[in-house]
């Protein structure tokens, strides 16, 4: 069996892959994340729990930029996220270095937002082509390797509109996968899912973790958290409550807003 | 509708067919009388009026109105194109977080929106009158030369037709989900690539239909550069009427190419429109064409069964 990441971008050296230091995000008076701390490693699966609007989905989208951090530090393999340090200055990255970082992240989202107006094949063509300026043939040919894998190699020529839930989210991890990322951010990817879809995801995701990809998946699926993750964090209100690993915080878990939350998801 | 012919049972004995009495609709009759009776009373109105209906054949085809008629399909397009490009450029500086660039767009839309072409058209025509020298640096020349009926009746309509289309743009780009601008983001893509590739082709079946509308209506529009001597199809046959005295029958004639000109459009738009709808719904609907061929196969398939009973 082929793998689905035939060759993962390997990290610069043993430092975390992610790493964030005081990071708080305000939007206008609302403050949303208050100082989070974490380290995720190479080759890990980190997985983020917590309550609705406590900030996991903003924390993934400060990883890649798609937010502006308000203070703090945050790194990825080492380079630090949308800006440049030249002493004690910060310069903020232009655009096109934004976009250059933001290659090596993939990104799935809980609404998979693919492109509604080209097919799967084309989806999955779609950023090597433009943004490294691949040939077509040499994206046609990955792009369907990773169709294939992800069990949708007879529905290249479908829209997404002809596509199931589950396969419009397996199409879009294997968009993401396309442009060879170290590091792959879920936001809630098998939330919007009916329950007999959620396997067919996260089959696929537990193939990625097996693979050796780092992953940072927010997530309400405990039982893949347990089986699959190699850290866990609870977050409430912006800051992490609790972490260790994904066996521990879930069986005994230390603090009393983990154990009630806990005993609603369980 | 006819899809019942496929539907075929298993079953070796075909169900009786129901032969009921159909409901009558007195109230239809009633309804399609009076509208008809209506129509011929118009129309013997117009047959009985002092209009030669001879003349209107001979001036169909006459060259002067073929220029004219020529005169306005590419003026119209030109307006049009001109307005597209301006357009998309106007709504994306509409949207922009630059408070200099989106306050411009608003007092364009504003200002062209709000004065009729009539007056555009005519200031363009005598914009010598505010410069008279045109000096472009590399190009000097008077204003009155470079200002030709054409470039009056282009830059009135065309930048006319911007205001209007840079808000039908708007609405199509703010139509586009803000997931798709996240995903390329996310990808790798910048904002030009997003714009282009994702944004812009789905934008584009809000964005079609209007804008169809308004290619439509710049058809007949154009018909107001006849007051900047521009020679489309209007000027052209009120220069026939006046040496001719068939006054009302050459408009008769004008609006005949109108509306071959509009139903020639209105079928392309058909297909821009279809083109656009790809990804949109599970099946495109079928063209014209090919809802003919598939009732005709269907009919033949229908008939069949019976000739081997
Ligand atoms: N662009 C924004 N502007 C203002 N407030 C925002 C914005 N994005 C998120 N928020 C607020 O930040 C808080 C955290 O949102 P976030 O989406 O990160 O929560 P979450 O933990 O992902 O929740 P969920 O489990 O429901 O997805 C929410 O109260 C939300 O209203
Ligand atoms: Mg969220």
Partial sequence: ?266 | MTDTVDKTPAASVPPEQIKAIPVRHYGRWVAAAVVIAVLVLIGVAFSNANINYGVVPDYLTDGTILSGAWHTLYISVLAMALGLVLGVILAIMRMSSNPVTSTVAWFYVWFFRGTPVLVQLLLWYNIALVFPILNLGFYKDEMNQVMTPFLAALLGLGLNEAAYMSEIVRAGIQSVDEGQTEASHALGMTQGKTLRRVILPQAMRVIVPPTGNEFINMLKTSSLAYVVQFNELIKRATDISSTSLAVVEMYFVASIWYLLLTTIFSIVQYYIERRYARGSSRSLPPTPLQRLRRNLSQWASFRRPEVAR
């Fill in chain 1, 1 to 266: 069996m082929s793998s689905l990441v035939k060759d993962i971008t390997p990290p610069s050296s043993g430092a975390p892959m992610v790493k964030a230091e005081g990071v708080h995000k305000s939007f206008g008076l609302a403050h949303i994340l208050k100082g989070i701390d974490l380290e995720v490693l190479p080759r890990e699966v980190f997985c983020l729990i917590g309550p609705s609007g406590s900030g996991k989905s903003t924390f993934l989208r400060c990883i890649n930029h798609l937010e502006k951090i308000s203070a703090g530090r945050l790194y990825v393999d080492g380079q630090l996220v949308g800006y440049r340090q030249h002493g004690d200055k910060l310069y903020e990255l232009k655009e096109k270095e934004v976009a250059a970082q933001r290659r090596d992240i993939g990104m799935v989202f809980q609404r998979f937002n693919l492109f509604p107006h080209m097919t799967a094949l084309e989806n999955v063509m779609e950023a090597p082509v433009q943004v490294k300026g691949e040939s077509k043939a040499v994206a046609r040919e990955r792009a369907q390797r990773l169709l294939d894998r992800v069990g949708l190699g007879d529905r290249t020529g479908h829209y997404p509109a002809q596509l199931s839930g589950g396969q419009q989210q397996r199409v879009a991890i294997a968009r993401a996968l396309a442009m060879q990322p170290k590091l792959m951010l879920f936001d809630e990817p098998t939330s919007a899912l009916d329950p007999e879809l959620v396997g067919e995801v996260l089959d696929v995701m537990r193939d990625l973790a097996e693979d050796g990809m780092t992953m940072i998946v927010v997530t309400h699926e405990m039982g893949f958290a347990r089986e699959v993750g190699d850290s866990l964090v609870f977050m409430d209100d912006g800051v992490v409550v609790e972490s260790g690993h994904p066996r521990d915080v879930l069986t005994n878990p230390q603090h009393d807003r983990t154990k009630s939350f806990l005993s609603k998801v369980l």
